[in-house]
């Protein structure tokens, strides 16, 4: 798979889960917590980095290598190779001001990452126990064990680019809830739209096909679109399958 053109495309898609959604609303992305991303990495920065295993490291049985996509300072598309450092924090070099997702490049005997992998806004993770960050808030990213692959629920149009969102898809098990897409332009101080509130059933699928210009979310230049979820009792699992069609400039 293409995954640069999955997140730069003409038709880039954005997937994300949320494992343990309750009754306090949080973002749709594997740490469970409610952060405002515009808010927090609204600056280029590098990433920490660290794993719960020992075995994601260069010469490791687990995940060797992650490459991580997102954008630069300027909102252009930027991707980074980082080489893992199993449960000791590495930093890497590129500066993100957006991330979206990463992929496990190269893996030893266990052709997948052994641990928790945990990429962060660099100097936020605390301290560091066993790899797990204390302070989990600059979290952009967590690929779950023997995943390979992390979604951080974000997508942003790259600079000179328009989106319209043209299909939604949510599932979720065992709990009913509420789905939240977040819009927010590019402004001091990010101002952020509830564009939809999308309420599903426990155990279902429930899919949108937006159309044309009856989208009711088109996402300019530099604006950034994520969703966060709330549901009727703890113990929610949300997925979330979204794809956005570019519009010609």
């Not at 640069?4 to 594997?30: D, H, I, K, M």
């Not at 980095?49 to 075995?55: I, L, N, Q, R, Y």
């Not at 010469?59 to 991580?68: L, P, W």
Request: charged fraction near 15%; include cysteine; proline fraction near 4%.
């Amino acid at each position: 798979m293409d995954f640069f053109n999955s997140f730069f495309g003409r038709n880039p898609t954005l997937r994300c889960r949320a494992p343990a959604v309750g009754t306090s609303e949080l973002n749709v992305y594997p740490v469970a917590q409610k952060i405002n991303w515009p808010a927090i990495f609204d600056a280029a920065y590098a990433l920490d980095f660290s794993s719960s295993s020992a075995s994601d490291a260069a010469a490791g049985t687990g995940a060797r290598t992650i490459e991580v996509y997102g954008l630069d300072k300027d909102f252009n598309p930027v991707s980074e190779v980082i080489t893992l450092n199993g449960q000791t924090k590495g930093t890497g070099v590129v500066l993100f001001r957006r991330v979206f997702g990463a992929i496990v490049q190269t893996a030893g005997s266990g052709l997948a990452n052994a641990g928790d992998i945990y990429l962060y806004k660099t100097g936020t993770g605390g301290t560091i126990t066993a790899g797990v960050p204390g302070t989990l808030t600059g979290v952009a990213l967590k690929a779950l064990a023997g995943d390979n692959l992390a979604f951080s629920g974000l997508f942003t149009a790259p600079a000179g680019k328009r989106y319209i969102l043209s299909d939604l898809t949510v599932s979720a098990r065992a709990q009913a809830g509420t789905l939240f897409v977040k819009h927010a332009k590019p402004a001091t101080g990010q101002i952020l739209f509830n564009e939809l509130k999308l309420e599903f059933g426990a155990g279902g699928l429930w899919d949108l096909t937006l159309n044309g210009d009856l989208t009711p979310l088109v996402v300019g230049e530099k604006e950034d679109v994520y969703f966060t979820a709330l549901c009727t009792a703890a113990s929610g699992i949300v997925n979330v399958f979204a794809k956005f069609a570019q519009i010609n400039n």
